[in-house]
């Protein structure tokens, strides 16, 4: 089977060209219906011959707590008739990526330890929008394993100040 980043792009590039004027609005709505799609159940319900895409739209619908727009049920129907809806948390993986380089920002995810307040977040995403050089949004996951600091991740930059990382570094000095 083809990997599922080849399978998503076509579809991702597509969107991105249909949403020209409202790429904000679709990556949301996007991003929202992805979240829905990857849990397991409702992946076995879209695979499973005697669900109707019209069913797998209600479900969808149904969770998110409103009734979806015309684009958005438009490309889900056409993702279900093609067999490739279980690609579709890629596909807004890749869309937020086209969406973010027509912007000129990319996405950074801050990896902590301990919860960061909104004035201590947004003093850190300053300084890394300097360090980058371009625009980020930023977002925050705990990760009590690195102890203390924080470990910045942009794309394939990777920026890590923890005190796990440091330890790490010392042990291998030390066994050099």
């Known amino acids: 089977m083809a990997e599922i980043a080849t399978i998503a792009r076509p579809y991702a590039e597509a969107l991105f060209k249909a949403a020209a004027s409202d790429h904000q609005g679709t990556g949301a709505w ?9 849990e397991p159940q409702l992946q076995q ?19 998110a707590g409103a009734p979806l727009s015309a684009q ?4 889900l129907g056409a993702l279900l008739e093609n067999g490739r809806f279980a690609a579709l948390p890629e596909i807004a993986r890749q869309y937020r990526v086209l ?5 000129g920002s990319s996405d950074a995810v801050v990896y902590s330890a301990f919860p960061i307040d909104d004035a201590a977040l947004a ?9 980058f050089g371009r625009k980020l949004q930023v977002s925050v996951k705990l990760d009590p394993s690195l102890i203390g600091g924080v470990r910045v991740a942009v794309g394939d930059e990777v920026l890590d100040t923890s005190v796990k990382a440091r330890l790490e570094q010392m042990k291998v000095a030390l066994a050099a």
Do not use: C, H, M, Y
Not at 72 to 75: C, D, G, L, V, W
Not at 99 to 103: E, I, R, V
Not at 123 to 131: D, G, H, M
């Open 123 to 131: 003093q850190l995403s300053t300084a890394l929008e300097k360090r």
């Open 99 to 103: 969406a973010n380089a027509s912007s």
């Open 72 to 75: 958005a049920n438009n490309f």
């Open 30 to 38: 996007l991003e929202q219906v992805a979240a829905i799609a990857a």
């Open 45 to 63: 319900f879209a695979d499973n011959p005697k669900a109707t895409p019209e069913q797998v739209l209600g479900v969808i619908a149904s969770v």
